[in-house]
């Protein structure tokens, strides 16, 4: 067993080796296909990230109706802890609103009644939902009718339409992106595998059988992939590192966060790889099939 | 199985065998409507045998070759080898009926990019050969082909004659019962044709049976063994040997010359 995958591993690290062009030609594009690929994954995890902490700064609140018992104000604050959207909820009891709104007027409430009703402060995870979220607060038998939400400021608003631009843009070029690295990466390996279709016949003509030429090359592809992967994540550094220096020059105000390289190395790397393993798999399958025997 | 003493020696006494050990009933193989490789070729050869099959370019020779090791698959009429049916082998089944026979293609079919050695011990190694049996076996066939010199070439740094030898010793590696060589002369001058034809011959005196295409008429005829002329994908002529008495004037001399040439026969033991 070992001595078999010994025979494999070394068949197909042969092959990368002294089909050096190919292997060459096969990596660069699987490099080029997953820059462009991680790349937008890169900076929509930044504007994702940037969304997040943006939301964080946004508050809603959310007035109960009058006279609500404190038990259900309670349980409310439970209930929306639960809704998407939102990153933590706190229950400000009218007694203590009514304290502060006395404070901040310098009333001293002697004599008036507490006109307050129990006030929910929610903190949004997401801004983007901010809409939604209000819309389905608003219509709780608990809430205040008919404006017991607050939250929307203008700048808000627009913030919160820019990021749905920006995350609908980036979903619909990063699945055309993961198609076009998939077809470009494909047809690399495909290359690879089509220039060695004699190679393949000739295998098939000493009896090796479909898994033992199957093997190499899918071993090749996920190589290649892998490879590709690694070298794109560099190509990123750098690019990241070049407009870091650029910006620097333009804006010494602007902060960038660092480049984690590692981990994105091995995301990619891991991308790449699974690219490697389907195309290879798919690329070799045609000519094994066919060439076995010519069916007449 | 096991084989002892070559078939060889029984057929000097005994012309003609018991059982047929590849048979050709009404074969057909077309290619394209108008293309036919083969039209109803019936044939019978008995293990041992050591048959030529000869004709023009595009006579048939090739196709039938290729319908045995199922390169193509025959349209119809009946290819059977030990008596299992070759038009009936599923794909998964084929690689396993190639490794009961050693094939020396037309272009040599040498992989491009693996040393000499390589070469052959990829046919050990890829049928579940250790690197160790393979280290120690190819280094034997490369010098039985006199080809051991040039282990460590690449193929394009081979000569056709060499290129040759080494299709052979591939084809070797795992004692084939049947051995077929498709025109293993057809780039060769007179001199490496018939160092070719005689490794050929060696190896028929131990025992394997030898199917060559080929239309080098001189060479066919010097080896004095059937010789199954085509056309048109048709048989026209059906050879039997004649007794080679100028070569082997006794069965004993027979027996002497081929030890001192390759050795004891083989005993070869195969899987099931």
């Known amino acids: 067993m070992i001595d078999k995958i010994e025979f494999l591993l070394s068949e197909a690290f042969i092959a990368l080796r002294r089909n050096g062009l190919m292997t060459f030609a096969a990596i660069s594009t699987a490099a080029v296909a997953l820059f462009l690929l991680g790349g937008l994954g890169y900076v929509y995890f ?7 902490d943006v939301s964080g700064k946004f508050e809603m609140s959310v007035f109960m109706r009058m006279n609500l018992p404190r038990e259900d104000s309670l349980a409310m604050t439970e209930k929306l802890k639960t809704l998407p959207g939102v990153k933590s909820v706190s229950l400000i009891p009218r007694e203590d609103a009514w304290l502060k ?11 008036l009644d507490n006109p307050l009703p129990d006030q929910q402060k929610i903190i949004l995870s997401d801004i983007t939902k901010a809409d939604g979220l209000a819309d ?71 009896g090796a059988s479909y898994f033992t ?53 091995l995301l990619l790397g891991t991308v790449g790889a699974m690219y490697g393993f389907l195309c290879s798999s798919f690329a070799v399958r045609e000519p094994l099939r066919h060439g076995s025997s010519i069916q007449r | 199985m096991g084989h002892g003493r070559g078939p060889f020696f029984e057929r000097l006494l005994n012309q003609g065998c018991d059982s047929t050990y590849i048979a050709f009933d009404n074969v057909e193989v077309r290619y394209t409507d108008l293309v036919q490789g083969l039209r109803g070729v019936s044939l019978n050869i008995c293990a041992g045998d050591f048959v030529f099959f000869c004709g023009k370019t595009g006579s048939g020779k090739s196709s039938l070759l290729k319908v045995l090791s199922r390169e193509v698959k025959h349209t119809s009429g ?24 050693g094939i020396v293609p037309q272009d040599f ?37 006199n080809i051991g010199h040039r282990a460590d070439a690449f193929p394009h740094e081979l000569s056709g004659g060499e290129q040759q030898r080494v299709a052979i010793g591939r084809a070797l590696i795992n004692h084939p019962e049947l051995l077929i060589a498709d025109e293993p002369t057809g780039n060769l001058d007179p001199e490496h044709s018939w160092e070719i034809m005689e490794l050929l011959r060696q190896l028929n005196l131990r025992g394997t049976t030898v199917l060559v295409a080929s239309h080098d008429v001189l060479v066919v005829e010097r080896m004095g063994r059937r010789i199954v002329t085509l056309d048109l994908g048709q048989v026209v002529a059906d050879t039997q040997p004649v007794r080679p008495e100028g070569v082997f004037p006794t069965q004993e001399r027979a027996r002497e010359d081929v030890q001192a ?5 083989l005993v070869v033991e195969r899987g099931a």
């Open chain 1, 46 to 52: 930044r504007v994702s990230q940037y969304a997040t």
């Open chain 1, 101 to 111: 709104q006395q404070k901040d007027l310098g009333l001293s409430g002697e004599g």
């Open chain 1, 136 to 206: 389905k607060i608003q219509d709780m038998p608990e809430v205040y009718q008919p404006n017991g939400v607050e939250y929307s400021t203008e700048a808000q608003q627009l913030i919160s339409q820019m990021l749905a631009i920006v995350r609908w843009l980036g979903g619909a070029l990063g699945t055309l992106l993961l198609v076009t690295a998939g077809i470009l990466i494909y047809n690399a390996i495909r290359l690879t595998v089509i220039a060695r279709r004699r190679e393949i016949r000739i295998m098939q003509l000493v």
């Open chain 2, 109 to 145: 079919a040498l992989l491009p990019r693996k040393k000499v050695w390589e070469n052959v011990a990829y046919a050990m190694r890829a049928i579940g050969a250790t690197r160790r049996e393979a280290r120690r076996k190819v280094a034997q066939i490369l010098e039985v082909v």
């Open chain 2, 261 to 265: 040439i390759v050795g004891p026969p």
């Open chain 2, 78 to 101: 009946r290819v059977s080898w030990k008596g299992r049916d070759v038009g009936q082998l599923r794909d998964k089944d084929i690689p396993a009926h190639r490794r009961e026979m």
């Open chain 1, 213 to 265: 030429i199957w093997t190499p090359f899918v071993i090749e592809g996920i190589v290649q992939g892998a490879a590709g992967g690694f070298l794109a994540a560099w190509l990123l550094f750098a690019a990241n590192a070049g407009l870091q220096a650029f910006v620097k020059n333009v804006s010494v105000s602007m902060m960038f966060p660092s480049y984690p390289l590692w981990p994105i190395a």
